[in-house]
């Protein structure tokens, strides 16, 4: 694949699940597209929404945020509260006329690398259809 | 001194952004800071570019100062040297203020050349803003006369408005020549050897430019000192001080925007001045019989004096921020005036001078001590 | 509700119920906007009951969000003795949502409202409020658009205080006919128990109030329809907040924004030049000050479910961007879509720190 038309992602994973799935695609040799930047946090709820902005605004293409499956954080309740989070980001963009495909919430547990793989491959090719985040271009932000 | 003749084209701005095209072009420098149109088009910002293509929207000289051009430069190089060879465009003012932060440790100089202008003074923001495109044919004859009635009441007082005492390289000199040419002249050997590489040879005689500058700057100190004098009475005494400061809500906006002030956490919004225990109000209410909300207004401002008005450069840009129009920025100068008077210190006008706080003689100010009895 | 009638001014009124608490020591202070030296308002907190006489509680000014300064007040512990509180809906709405933040405590205060008919902005030259004040209390009575008042104050629809212990009657009323107070808690029927009027039963007049209710609805729609965030884009928030000098200006005066030290302002924010050198390859050109359109996207992530539409930001901005207008109607539909509404009740927890095991299917993959 050609690195000039790759999407790019920043994905925010959780330590102790999507980040070992993601290491577990890794191992077993699965293939998918290199249009992810990894960026390990100990749990989904460290993300701030302000991360999704600012990596938003710096120009990536799409925002990835991976956590334990509801029920299943290492620190009990974290990921509820990613998810609520991730819903009061999602409302503001689409208020704001801000493409709501860019950002993304996917729970990965440390034994689906295949589904990590699955995600990273949906979300890229949902990203090149709709093509490269006009904020890349921009001056005065 | 010598400089260089440069005929106008169309207007000031457009001449300006032709030397810096050319300097870009040549690789004089890798990037310009310089102000710029927003894209709405109703107020300016700062750019930093390193395509000459950008300089489209550009104004070297705009007719507002919305942002410090100190506190941009602060922004970029805070937290160490850039490696890039960067030309400021700013106004006399915001040079002398990048001196001074850079003496705070907050601006690092190094690769850093400044390009400064005859400055006329600039317009309210707030008026700008409600009429831009009338604004902008009225400073168009601002810098045409060199006079004001709508400009910032510091501006009228400021006589730091050209070549004089500020450490800029590239100086562009407007006054007195009736618009028909500008006047590249350089101030330091870096400019000769920039100007010298862009084909600029400066050997043309300065000296009725001079005289006008030395002229204008008279006439502006006697502005200056009758301001000062009006605002001495205005302001004897805490009553008059109070009635001066009346209208301010304690939004602390004046301290946000001035580029001296500088602290992450300003005393006034730490712990100190916000996490107060209760008892505390109530007792100073039960001792005046009332207070008002928020507290302590006038120990913020004359706190803010004493803090940064060792290095206040009368740009005026906390008056501007004010949104009730507290004549801050002309109190702030005025005593800014009288303290660095007493330890006979020009703020931006060394890099090497030290603000006088921060360094000491053994034996001085014996008038302030008392040593005996 | 318990209530009386009185003869008076609401300002008077209020003055009188106040004397009567602070004379019987049923309260050691008072908060209220009073005029002050020089002709202005400010809030004040008062213990001499001979200062009384310079309280304007009704004017129609917002100097400060009250809910702020009773936050600063009680931040690190409540008062200890009972202090009577005259503020609008909308500054209580925010003092509540600062309890929730653990930013304010509410013991022994006694909160007396009105409905209210808005203010001006702040910028408002105080001789042209005096001159107005006719025009605005017969607006207030009907409703009418008045177009020099606050644009949030013009679109509210929470103008009537549901937390108060004392509510007056003035939006929707003819305040030359006298003032209607309203008990509406025990508390604040026990703290005026003993004043000489004649107490009788009666509820909130809602007619007059469902009509203003509507006109402000109405008029919401068209300038939220006029404003087209939905169709900002990137484009749209960088012409919108273009003119933006970063002062930070609208956080520090708003109620909901709390944190001492703002991430905006703290080292984490900051880039060191190589990150603009970075950039300044990507993009050719760089906006300096950096992160304008950052600051208030994250501003509203941060507050967008807990603020109350007050509108004191948009009053302070050096360069006039309509921030109230904008961080209101983001605001709304965000609290719409997790049905909450800020300020109405303490037991109602900000969104952001509750959950359920299963909800928002729709945002999950």
Redesign the interface.
């Known amino acids: 694949m050609d690195e000039k038309t790759l999407p790019q992602i920043v994905g925010f994973l959780c330590k102790w699940c999507s980040y070992a799935g993601a290491d577990l695609a890794g191992v077993s040799r699965l293939k998918m597209p290199a249009s992810l930047i990894p960026i390990r946090v100990m749990c989904s709820s460290r993300v ?3 991360f999704v ?2 990596a938003f ?3 990536a293409d799409g925002v990835l945020i991976a956590g334990c499956h ?2 299943d954080c290492h620190y009990q ?1 974290g990921n ?2 990613t ?10 963009f ?5 493409d709501t495909n860019r950002i ?4 990965i547990s440390a034994s689906e690398g295949q589904r990590f793989v699955n ?1 990273v491959t949906e979300f890229t090719e949902n990203l090149k259809k709709i093509g490269k985040n ?8 | 001194m010598k400089g260089s003749t440069i005929p106008l084209k169309d207007n000031l701005n457009n001449t300006i952004k032709k030397i810096l095209k050319t300097l870009l072009e040549k690789e004089c420098f890798d990037a310009i800071l310089v102000p710029s149109r927003v894209p709405s088009g109703e107020s300016f910002t700062y750019l930093l570019i390193n395509n000459k293509d950008f300089l489209e929207s550009c104004t070297p000289l705009p007719p507002i100062m919305p942002v410090q051009g100190a506190r941009a430069l602060q922004n970029f190089t805070r937290r160490g040297k850039t490696n890039l060879k960067v030309l400021c465009v700013m106004r006399p003012c915001e040079i002398r203020a990048s001196i001074e932060l850079s003496k705070l440790r907050q601006i690092e100089l190094e690769n850093i050349s400044f390009m400064s202008i005859d400055c006329p003074g600039v317009l309210v923001t707030r008026d700008y803003i409600d009429k831009p495109k009338e604004s902008d044919t009225l400073y168009e004859e601002v810098i045409i006369q060199w006079k004001g009635e709508h400009l910032r009441p510091t501006c009228n007082a400021c006589v730091h408005f050209s070549y004089k005492d500020i450490l800029s390289d590239i100086h562009i000199g407007v006054v007195g020549q009736k618009n028909h040419n500008i006047l590249l002249v350089p101030l330091s050997e870096k400019a000769k050897a920039v100007l010298g590489k862009i084909d600029i040879q400066c050997s043309d005689d300065i000296s009725s430019w001079q005289t006008k500058i030395n002229e204008i700057s008279q006439k502006k100190m006697n502005q200056r000192n009758t301001l000062f004098s009006e605002l001495q009475g205005k302001s004897a005494g805490a009553e008059n001080l109070d009635k001066l400061f009346s209208e301010c809500i304690n939004c602390h906006n004046c301290m946000r925007v001035c580029p001296i002030c500088c602290c992450r956490q300003c005393f006034f919004e730490s712990s100190d001045e916000v996490r107060i225990e209760s008892e505390d109000y109530f007792i100073k209410a039960q001792n005046k019989g009332g207070i008002k909300f928020p507290t302590d207004m006038l120990l913020f401002h004359l706190g803010r004096m004493s803090h940064m008005s060792l290095s206040c450069i009368n740009c005026g840009i906390c008056e501007d921020g004010c949104p009730m129009d507290v004549p801050v920025a002309q109190v702030f100068s005025f005593i800014g005036d009288a303290v660095q008077k007493m330890f006979d210190y020009v703020p931006g006008k060394d890099r090497n001078e030290p603000i006088p706080i921060l360094t000491f003689k053994e034996d001085e100010l014996r008038e302030y001590e008392d040593s005996k009895g | 509700m318990k209530s009386f009638k009185t003869h008076k001014s609401p300002d008077d009124t209020i003055r009188d119920m106040l004397l009567f608490l602070l004379e019987n020591k049923k309260v050691s202070s008072i908060f209220a906007l009073s005029k002050v030296h020089n002709n202005n308002y400010a809030y004040t907190l008062i213990t001499d009951k001979e200062l009384l006489k310079n309280i304007t509680p009704t004017f129609p000014l917002m100097p400060a969000n009250a809910g702020k300064m009773i936050s600063r007040l009680t931040m690190i512990e409540a008062v200890k003795s009972p202090v009577a509180v005259v503020l609008r809906p909308c500054e209580l709405r925010a003092l509540f949502e600062l309890v929730k933040l653990e930013q304010a405590k509410l013991d022994n205060l006694l909160f007396i409202s009105f409905t209210c008919g808005g203010v001006f902005p702040i910028k408002t030259k105080k001789d042209s409020v005096e001159n107005a004040l006719k025009n605005y209390w017969t607006n207030a009575k009907t409703g009418e658009d008045l177009q020099e008042l606050r644009e949030c104050c013009r679109i509210c629809e929470n103008f009537v205080p549901d937390n108060a212990d004392i509510i007056l009657q003035l939006a929707g009323k003819d305040i030359d006919n006298g003032t209607s107070v309203l008990m509406k808690t025990e508390k604040g029927a026990g703290f005026l128990n003993g004043m000489s009027e004649q107490f009788s039963e009666e509820s909130l007049e809602s007619t007059a109030l469902d009509t203003i209710g509507e006109i402000r609805k109405e008029k919401k729609q068209k300038i939220f329809a006029d404003l087209k965030t939905e169709d900002f884009g990137i484009e749209g928030l960088v012409n919108i907040f273009g003119r933006c000098i970063n002062c930070h200006a609208c956080s520090k005066v708003c109620p909901v924004c709390y944190c001492k030290l703002c991430y905006f302002e703290s080292a984490d924010n900051d880039a060191g030049p190589s990150i603009f050198e970075i950039e300044l390859k990507k993009r050719s050109a760089l906006r300096i000050p950096a992160d304008t359109v950052l600051y208030h996207l994250g501003r509203m992530t941060h507050i967008g479910f807990t603020c109350v539409g007050c509108g004191m930001c948009s009053d302070v901005c050096p360069t006039n961007i309509p921030i109230a207008t904008i961080f209101t109607k983001v605001s709304e539909r965000v609290q719409k879509a997790f049905e909450y509404i800020p300020g109405k009740d303490l037991e109602e927890k900000v969104p952001v720190s509750v959950f359920e095991m299963k909800e928002l299917e729709d945002v999950e993959d």
Request: hydrophobic share 45%; no cysteine.
């Open positions: 701030d929404p302000i902005l600012k605004l710096a120009g509801p029920g309740s509820y509260y998810r609520r989070r991730f819903a009061l980001t999602r409302k503001i689409e208020e704001l006329g801000l993304r919430l996917s729970w995600v006009p904020v890349k271009a921009e001056v005065f932000l």
